[in-house]
């Protein structure tokens, strides 16, 4: 199966502080931007106060590359969120970056390809203002629709 | 290293326990549940609410305060309230300890209980009681990041980490099948097992539908109404009265990091359970091989397999070869969930699970019996992957 679209109604989180920010600029520049601390370089996601590697509060947001691989996923086959119950069974898909931070987020080519280390594509599908959707796409898939 | 470990290890003994039965019909208040449980263990114990000064509550469905004012306790010295979700339980016993080793309490009621049932996320009406439930820990984190993708209940989240665990070790769908069969007919040997009088086939398992890849619907915990309680004592007072005590040898809990994020921990597969358990055998000065039974935290069988492997049963996945080839059941090389766990006693937050342990210490199970146990172990495990671990024995 292939999800090549959201669900209209996915939750939108309420988000506020830094949680905020993430989605605000991810939504605003069409890109996701995560933490990176300015005395160690640590990349970090998801945000926090605090650099998790060396505790220093001096972090600046970074746009990331854009690419990964898959880390793991979660294939449900029972939901009790409503916006989701037609798009059964899907994928919760976790991908690590090459900045070596991990998102959550949905990939857009057949289930049966998710394998641990498959390399994908990060992008953002912004909703409003307020909250960007994040996209897995299949490297192999994208350069065939480019050529 | 912790160096006063020897203060801690058998400063204390389960003296007391009790349970309500396991409900699934009308709804139920929890609080009054945890009183029930609570009066049978100090009945159990031969005790008086008075002879109580240390309660540990779980979190969300009553206080130590009320239960205090419910019992008549007129001396409450220690109350403290565990934030780990299914692993509070286990790790609450270690609380306990630390209070009696340090003389700050005496005598501690452990209570867990809920309205599992009554609450379940599928309830056409769940009680308010659930939207006042405090935040857990990493509730502001998953409404933020899991949700929007579909991800709202444990199960999918833990799916993050059985579906990489499957995958990087190939794991035989017999391992989790048999943790489910094996905790059915432990049930049937069980009074108060919600499941006792319903025996589960392989055929029913396998043809059960599938929830979160890979797990099944009888690889899934009861919800159920319920609450168990143990109420512990100083070693000295614990001779005094009228069953065999039974020793806390040692206990930890332990959390992953970071504990309220599942994807970005450097390794997925390290859970709460991997740092606390050496803690626990060195505290216990005891190892695996020592131990007669374990009682584990079954919320999904799948976690079990990884909990088998955190208390060092095998190396990484190696675990459901172990539960295929050596056994888990009475007969087996070492017995695992003797009353049916979660998954078919019920779910009495691993509470069940302690109380289990005391009896089979006490040699009072009957045909569930492991002959002859010294030794047993249990573990919780909760929110995203903490851990926590006590190790009792016979006086």
């Not at chain 2, 409404?143 to 665990?165: D, E, S």
Request: hydrophobic share 40%; aromatic share 8%; charged share 20%.
């Amino acid at each position: 199966m292939n999800l090549t679209e959201r669900p209209v109604d996915v939750y939108q989180p309420k988000s506020f502080g830094l949680d905020m920010d993430f989605y605000l600029r991810a939504a605003a520049s069409g890109q996701v931007h995560v933490q990176q601390c300015e005395t160690c370089a640590n990349f970090q996601h998801p945000p926090r106060f605090l650099c998790s590697a060396c505790a220093s509060k001096h972090l600046n947001w970074q746009a990331i590359q854009g690419a990964g691989t898959v880390y793991s996923w979660s294939l449900s086959h029972f939901t009790i969120d409503s916006a989701w119950t037609d798009s059964l069974p899907y994928a919760t898909v976790v991908v690590e970056s090459l900045e070596g931070v991990r998102f959550v987020g949905t990939f857009s080519g057949p289930q049966n390809d998710l394998t641990i280390g498959l390399p994908v594509n990060i992008r953002v599908e912004s909703i409003g203002k307020n909250f960007a959707y994040i996209w897995f796409d299949s490297i192999s898939e994208t350069s065939k629709e480019n050529g | 290293m912790i160096s006063h470990d020897t203060k801690l290890s058998a400063s204390c003994a389960a003296v007391g326990v009790g349970e309500t039965p396991h409900y699934r019909s009308d709804p139920v208040d929890a609080a009054q549940l945890i009183l029930e449980a609570s009066v049978a263990a100090l009945n159990d114990a031969g005790l008086s609410p008075k002879d109580v000064n240390g309660i540990l509550p779980p979190e969300g469905y009553i206080s130590s305060e009320e239960i205090a004012a419910q019992l008549g306790i007129d001396d409450l010295r220690y109350s403290a309230t565990i934030h780990m979700g299914g692993a509070s339980s286990v790790a609450a016993l270690q609380s306990a300890a630390m209070a009696i080793a340090t003389g700050v309490a005496d005598t501690v009621l452990v209570a867990f209980g809920w309205d599992g049932y009554t609450s379940r996320p599928t309830a056409p009406q769940r009680p308010q009681r659930a939207s006042r439930l405090p935040q857990r820990p990493f509730a502001e984190l998953m409404r933020n990041y899991y949700a929007p993708y579909g991800a709202r209940l444990a199960v999918q989240w833990y799916g993050f980490y059985i579906q990489r665990y499957m995958e990087l070790y190939d794991v035989s769908p017999e391992g989790a099948l048999q943790v489910a069969l094996t905790a059915r007919a432990h049930a049937s040997l069980t009074d108060g097992a919600y499941l006792k009088d319903k025996p589960l086939t392989r055929e029913q398992y396998l043809s059960s539908p599938v929830i979160v890849d890979p797990v099944r619907r009888y690889d899934c915990c009861l919800e159920t109404d319920c609450a168990a309680a143990v109420v512990l004592t100083s070693r000295e007072r614990a001779r005094d009265l009228h069953h065999h005590p039974i020793i806390f040898l040692g206990g930890a809990e332990g959390h992953p990091h970071p504990a309220d994020d599942i994807t970005n921990r450097p390794d997925m597969l390290q859970l709460g359970l991997h740092s606390a358990a050496p803690r626990a055998f060195q505290m216990a000065e005891l190892q695996l091989s020592d131990v007669d039974f374990l009682q584990v935290y079954d919320c999904y069988s799948h976690v079990v397999l990884l909990q088998l492997e955190a208390l060092g049963l095998t190396e990484a996945g190696g675990a459901a070869e172990f539960v295929v080839n050596e056994g888990i059941g009475l007969d087996g090389s070492m017995p695992v969930n003797t009353h049916g766990g979660l998954l078919s006693h019920g779910h009495g937050w691993g509470m069940n699970h302690v109380v289990e342990a005391v009896r089979q210490l006490r040699h009072d199970r009957g045909s569930g019996q492991v002959v002859g146990a010294q030794v047993g172990v249990v573990t919780g495990y909760g929110d995203l992957g903490d851990g926590s671990v006590a190790i009792f024995g016979r006086e």
